[in-house]
Structure formats: structure tokens, C-alpha cells
């Protein structure tokens, strides 16, 4: 068993009934950082005018705060909203024409695969989808998936570090060289790095051309913040969603700058980062994998489900469910619902043919016996 984690019992706000065994979809903000987000507010309301006319300096301090938790240079980090942002500015920003191939996976997050659509659909450009079975053994096998598919045409590759249904590493530095080498622009959906895994920013962004984590999944920032890095040979080009009277600074201001939003998720990130260090960064990430391991243990040996491959260092796991179990998008969100409603849980599901995709996590307000229960009563509810 996992015990709890020292100091950890009042840090947040979560509905005692529920077991929030999903923590990778959004998240949860620790009481500290609410309160930081909440002075925020209110001195923005005090003085709403001086407040924007501070903010471009105040973002760009954040930014440098958060840099210096990922060990990258805050001139190419850029402050947004989430890594579907980052991802869209990505593929604005590189030229695609008729004939060129982006590459995507049927493992990627479904919105940034309909992103790479529509912008392939505005240019003339095709998307070609890697399917890669949900049990490869491993990243090499993964690996020689990806590169097999890639041919002349393929300009721009949009992988995930770590997959968002099926928890499993793809962008590993040793396919980034490797699509570096065969000229292929790399954009990584990085939406679980930050706070789950050791990240280092300081050298290209991450081994990738265009690479964007989430800040408000695991690394306790308020929803919603994410950061954006960019190697040096783009930085100049990157063009925003929109403009903004800070279009002419360049990058990362014309990124950052969207008039009148709430950027006080932006501005209380690095009191996550602060909290995360508090609690001891390594103590909390071991925690968390030890007691998703047990979580995915029970599933295995209690509910009966085929466990995926898993990814080292993380704090999630996904497992099969039977066939014809969740494999629309219908049932995966009725499995959800029942779930919620009979068994007290939130998790998450995602559709696949031959057997949904169940995936779960861990985070230092979970408890080894949530799983347990999880476990015996989804027994019931994929079996009627």
C-alpha cells in the first residue's frame, strides 16, 4: 500500500464523495494556489486599468519563473492557454501547400488531430494517420511504426510525448533525431509533462521544433495555463491566433498578449511550481507512480482488464476493456457517467474498437483503497 504523502491531506478543495481518479484530464488547484489566484482577482478589480498596464512586465517575470522551473530560457517560452492553443499556432505558423503530409497517430488527442485536418484542408495538405496497436511492446516498436510511414512529402509531425488515451511515450528524443534528420518539423503535444516528468527546455525545445505543456495538470497551476517552446529558426516566424497591440514586440509577447482575458492562471503558475518544490518534486512523483501501479494492479487482478503498456515515471495507466465494451464515443462517455453515478469515481475512457481504452491516475489526494472500489465495482458494470 501507498500511504499518504506528509502534509498533503488539506491541500485541496475536491469532493470528499468522489474519487477523482482522473487527474490527467484537468487537474485540481491546491488551496495555496487557489488563495494566490484569488488576490489576484481582487486586486485586478480594485484597480482593473493599472493591472493591464502592468501586466505585460508582471507575464513576462511568470514567465521567466516558470522557464526557470523547466530548465529553459524564458525567450523561448511563450504563456498560453493549453497545449490545443500551442499546437494551432504551431500549424499556422509552418508552411504547408499541396502534397506536403502531416503526420498524426491514432494515440493523438482528438482535437489537436482535427486541428492538423483543418489547417492540412486550408493549405492543401493531406493528413496521414500512423494507427499504432495499443499493445507495442515499446517505444522502439513505436519508433519503427512512425518512421516507416514517413515518405518525401511528410513536412511536419505532431506526436505526443506521452499519449493522452493510452498513457505510452511516442516522441522520444531518439524519433525527434530522427524526423530532425529526415527534415521533418516536430510539434510535441507535451500536455503531462510539466510537474509528472523531469523536463529540460534548455537546449531545443525539448528535442522539437514546437513543443507545449500543460501547466494545470500536474503541475498545480490554475486553469487554464500552458507553456509553449520554440527552437531559434522559428521564433521570428510564429505567427499568433490573433493580433494584439504587442504583435510588434515579437516573440513570445505577440503569443502571450490577447486584450482583455484572464491571465491570472498565468500569473499564480509559479506558486505551483513553489509548492510542487515544497513538497519535495521527486518524493510526490514517486508517490504518484507507486500508487497508480497499485491502482492498475487492481484493475488487472480484481476487474479482469489487460493492462497497456506503461511509461515509466508517470502517474497514469491505461488498461483494455473487453471488446464491445466503450467502443464509440457514446459508450465510453455512458461507461464515464455510470461510473460517476454508481461507483462514486471519475475517470477517463476512450473509445477503440475491440475494447475501449480505461485510463486512470494517480495524485497525492488519492488513496489505495479508491482503486479497490473502482476495481470491484466496474466488475459489475462491464458484465451486465
Not at 127 to 147: F, G, K, M, N, T
Request: net charge positive; proline share 8%.
Amino acid at each position: 500500500m501507498t500511504p499518504p504523502l506528509p502534509g498533503t491531506g488539506n491541500l485541496f478543495t475536491l469532493d470528499p464523495e468522489v474519487a477523482h481518479l482522473n487527474h490527467g484530464s484537468y487537474g485540481a488547484v491546491p488551496v495555496p494556489v487557489q488563495r494566490v489566484q484569488a488576490r489576484l482577482r481582487a486586486e485586478q478589480e480594485r484597480d482593473p486599468d493599472g493591472f493591464f498596464l502592468d501586466l505585460p512586465d508582471r507575464i513576462a517575470r511568470a514567465r521567466a519563473e516558470v522557464a526557470s522551473a523547466l530548465g529553459g530560457d524564458p525567450g523561448k517560452l511563450a504563456l498560453l492557454t493549453n497545449v490545443t492553443e500551442g499546437v494551432a499556432v504551431a500549424l499556422d505558423t509552418v508552411p504547408l501547400g499541396p502534397g506536403d503530409e502531416v503526420l498524426v497517430t491514432d494515440h493523438g488527442y482528438g482535437v489537436v488531430t482535427r486541428a492538423a485536418e483543418r489547417r492540412a484542408a486550408e493549405t492543401g495538405a493531406t493528413v496521414r494517420c500512423v494507427r499504432i496497436s495499443p499493445h507495442a511492446p515499446d517505444e522502439e516498436a513505436v519508433r519503427d511504426r512512425l518512421l516507416d510511414a514517413v515518405t518525401p512529402r511528410t513536412r511536419v509531425a505532431v506526436l505526443d510525448l506521452i499519449t493522452s488515451p493510452t498513457a505510452r511515450a511516442i516522441a522520444t528524443p531518439e524519433l525527434l533525431a530522427d524526423l530532425a534528420a529526415r527534415g521533418v518539423v516536430t510539434v510535441v503535444d507535451a500536455a503531462h509533462a510539466p510537474g509528472m516528468l523531469p523536463v529540460d527546455l534548455g537546449g531545443a525545445a525539448g528535442g522539437a521544433d514546437f513543443w507545449v505543456g500543460n501547466l494545470h495538470k500536474w503541475a498545480f497551476a490554475p486553469r487554464a495555463a500552458a507553456v509553449l517552446a520554440v527552437t531559434a529558426a522559428w521564433r521570428p516566424k510564429v505567427r499568433p491566433l490573433m493580433l494584439s497591440w504587442e504583435h510588434d514586440r515579437g516573440f513570445p509577447a505577440r503569443v502571450e498578449w490577447r486584450g482583455t482575458c484572464d491571465y491570472t492562471p498565468w500569473l499564480a503558475a509559479p506558486a505551483g511550481f513553489a509548492l510542487l518544490e515544497k513538497l519535495g518534486t521527486d518524493r510526490v512523483r514517486r508517490h504518484n507512480e507507486a500508487l497508480v501501479g497499485h491502482g492498475r494492479r487492481q484493475l488487472v487482478e480484481r476487474a479482469g482488464l489487460r493492462p497497456l503498456a506503461e511509461c515509466a515515471g508517470t502517474s497514469m495507466r491505461a488498461l483494455r476493456l473487453p471488446p464491445g465494451v466503450a467502443e464509440s464515443e457514446h459508450a465510453a462517455k455512458a461507461l464515464m457517467v455510470a461510473v460517476r453515478r454508481r461507483l462514486g469515481a471519475r475517470i477517463a475512457v476512450r473509445p477503440w474498437i475491440g475494447g475501449g481504452v480505461l485510463r486512470i491516475s494517480a495524485q497525492v489526494y488519492n488513496r489505495p483503497e479508491e482503486y479497490v472500489r473502482l476495481a470491484d465495482g466496474l466488475t459489475h458494470l462491464i458484465t451486465r
